[in-house]
């Protein structure tokens, strides 16, 4: 890198011709080398101080120390002793670096990443106020019907940094144990054992903010005082529940550091007197919610109704969620049903019955409703206010709908920018909307909690509610993205990956999702044949929330046909880094690549 001189790839064409392309490997582009001037003064070396000056004032790193900047002059000086283009050095600036060292050091997405590696929002606030990374039906390998159940897919998706856990517990065939399956479907089950066990030992590798438990309950009575005892003796300490009381504010992720709570409905509770039922017929208002929509049944196979319980038989039933009316509520005493199971649950899943704003009514304990999506879209059209004033307080989970069964996923900004907190996804589902979630959970450290902006926060008076639908009247922000350079495909590659007559050529797409205001698309031209493509190419993105603005960046090879893949990441505008920096590239299941990375500059103003 940094060397002029010219090498060529060599292929084979159609008629067995040897065809030669150049290979230029790249250089610093115009715009380093006129910061690298104007902060030498014009000189051709940059001393520490000068280093230091330029992370400070142009790649905008305020934190950036003097000792910082040793640290990068020690690490390129290691690099120089075994480059053999600077064996010559001239010994009166052997503490100094030239611009070709400085381009190198910017290269490093270890030192240059393009986003901050350290937590950084306010973790005291109430679990309400974050958007946590949360997985759907988690101990499945692959499609919603036909997949093992196995306790690798939570591994894999704790050490990604996912802080919610969802698991269907079902009776064994003899009724006297627990399983872990997806019901009335051809999965193989995994005992719970295992899963709890998984979740202990890899649930704090990735992150120290709390995990949290969702269950899907299909057991009976004996069983589910079982589970409780099994959770409370492999987690012992590091459970935390507050008992009988109720939780009139969430607590903090900061104060749940390295604990594992449980959210799940409550054991259906049966009233002293006869439950009242609800009439209402309202399409809507009867849609379950939980990804227990998916449970193609209420019922295990191996279990009779008499043992265990069930919620309406509708279509889009819900086991996880009670459903009691808003005076029941409020007014009438319950007898408990496994009292130890009750006390171990944290975040309660209750479902208030009556319209659909009394369902979100917020006031007295908070608590968690689950919507598929579908039923969060319908409800957004016409009560999207009270979503976000229930969401302020109260936790919102939305799920895959139950047609996916691919375990493809949906679009996560339908949930975020009404203020659900738990966005659940099929981390086995790969695709562009996988990469927005794992885009998203970049931000703040990935440490799988991200502090929701202010603007799904504040409290507005009727007739001047924030509308995430309509086009923000707020001053809107510009970012100015900058694509200079790709390198690493030729590292990590066979010449032929892509083409096989000849190089790559490549472009870049970028896009902007977030507020539908503030969607936008762009794309380079085509570098033809060449493995290290140079675009030098600005875009200008007009954003109303930038907070909630995710970059989406792609790298593709042009052909005549569908156009191959060659990396993607995807990165939280408001959380960018100003200046220079390596974007490194992942492939479609999100993992990294070793050595492919682009060159760009962000900055939003």
């Known amino acids: 890198m940094g060397n002029n001189m010219a090498t060529h790839n060599k292929y084979k064409s159609l008629l067995f011709f040897i065809r030669k392309f150049k290979v230029i490997e790249p250089v610093p582009p115009q715009d380093l080398e006129e910061a690298f001037s104007k902060f030498t003064g014009g000189e051709s070396h940059m001393s520490v101080e000068q280093l230091h000056r330029f992370m400070v004032e142009h790649q905008g790193e305020k934190h950036y120390t003097l000792s910082d900047s040793e640290k990068v002059f020690e690490k390129v000086l290691q690099e120089r002793k075994t480059c053999q283009e600077t064996v010559k050095v001239d010994h009166n600036r052997e503490h100094e670096i030239a611009l070709d060292e400085l381009f190198r050091f910017l290269l490093h997405n270890d030192f240059n990443a393009p986003l901050k590696a350290q937590v950084h929002h306010d973790m005291g606030a109430p679990l309400s106020h974050y958007f946590i990374y949360t997985g759907h039906n988690s101990y499945l390998t692959g499609n919603q019907l036909s997949s093992d159940c196995s306790k690798e897919p939570i591994i894999k998706a704790l050490k990604r940094g996912v ?62 005082a079982k589970f409780a005892e099994m959770v409370t003796q492999i987690f012992g300490e ?12 969430f607590p903090s992720p900061e104060s749940l ?17 006869n439950q009242i039922k609800d009439n209402s017929n309202s399409p809507l208002l009867n849609e379950s919610e939980s990804s227990e929509e998916e449970s193609f049944g209420n019922a295990s196979p191996n279990s009779s109704r008499n043992e265990v319980e069930t919620e309406d038989t509708q279509n889009d039933s819900d086991p996880d969620e009670g459903s009691i009316s808003a005076s029941e509520y409020d007014q009438k005493p319950y007898l408990e ?42 409800a957004s059209e016409s009560h999207g206010t009270d979503i976000l004033r229930f969401t302020q307080k109260n936790i919102l989970r939305v799920y895959p709908s139950a047609m996916r069964v691919k375990s493809t996923n949906f679009k996560p900004h339908i949930g975020w920018m009404y203020g659900a907190q738990m966005v659940a996804f099929n981390m086995q589902g790969h695709g562009k909307s996988l990469w927005l979630m794992q885009g998203m959970f970049r931000a703040n450290g990935g440490c799988g909690y991200v502090k929701k902006p202010q603007i799904l926060m504040q409290k507005h008076q009727c007739g001047n509610e924030f509308d995430p639908t309509r086009i923000q009247s707020v001053k809107k922000k510009t970012l100015k993205v900058k694509v200079y350079m790709g390198h690493g495909w030729s590292s990590d590659f066979s010449p032929t ?105 962000f900055q939003l103003e």
């Open 163 to 224: 802080r919610i856990i969802e698991l269907d517990l079902w009776p064994t065939c003899k009724k006297d144990d627990i399983k872990v399956d997806h019901g009335w479907t051809l999965t193989n089950p995994v005992s719970v054992v295992k899963c709890l066990e998984c979740i202990k030992e890899y649930g704090f590798v990735a992150s120290q903010y709390p995990v949290i438990i969702t269950i899907e309950d299909h057991l009976t009575t004996d069983l589910r």
């Open 238 to 249: 590091v459970l935390y529940y507050p008992g009988e009381e109720c939780l009139i504010e």
């Open 257 to 273: 550091k390295n604990r594992i709570i449980i959210s799940t409905k409550p054991p259906r509770e049966r009233f002293e007197s």
């Open 337 to 378: 049903c496994s009292p130890d199971y009750k006390r171990i649950i944290t975040i309660r899943n209750r479902k208030l019955k009556g319209c659909l704003k009394e369902k979100l009514r917020t006031e007295g304990e908070v608590r968690r409703l689950s919507w598929s999506e579908n039923t969060l879209e319908k």
């Open 497 to 601: 990956y892509f083409d096989k007559f000849s190089p790559p050529d490549f472009f870049t797409k970028i896009r902007i999702i977030g507020m539908p205001g503030d969607v936008a698309k762009n794309k380079t031209k085509v570098i033809m044949d060449n493995w290290f493509p140079v675009w030098n190419e600005e875009f200008e993105f007009s954003l109303s929330v930038p907070e909630l603005a995710l970059l989406l960046i792609q790298v593709k090879d042009k052909d005549q046909g569908k156009d191959d893949f060659a990396g993607q990441t995807c990165l939280p505008v408001s959380e960018l880094k100003h200046g220079f920096r390596s974007v490194p590239l992942y492939n479609k299941k999100g993992e990294k690549f070793k050595s492919v990375k682009l060159l760009m500059r």
